[in-house]
């Protein structure tokens, strides 16, 4: 993935250039007196319907989970 910089002033007339970079994958940051300021990214698409339970075995809870905190045992 290839990176480029480009200053406000510049940015201005080249923006849908700068648009079609970025949604090729390309880093396009934009700077404001050589300094980086924003960087334009493509907008990520779904990738189809979501499906119920598949993150099962992938998260785990602590069984003292909801146990109060020992730093704020002062305060009980």
């Known amino acids: ?3 480029h910089a480009i200053d406000l002033t ?7 250039e700068l648009v079609r970079q970025a949604a090729r994958g390309e880093d ?3 700077t404001d007196a050589g300094e980086a300021v ?3 990214i493509p907008i990520t698409r ?3 319907p979501r499906q119920f339970g ?3 075995g992938l998260i785990h809870m ?3 989970f909801d146990e109060p905190l020992e730093e704020f045992e002062d305060y009980m």
């Open 46 to 48: 779904a990738r189809g």
């Open 28 to 30: 396009v940051i934009l």
């Open 54 to 56: 598949s993150a099962k």
């Open 62 to 64: 602590a069984d003292d």
């Open 10 to 16: 510049h940015a201005q007339t080249r923006l849908p």
């Open 38 to 40: 924003a960087k334009i």
């Open 1 to 3: 993935m290839s990176q």
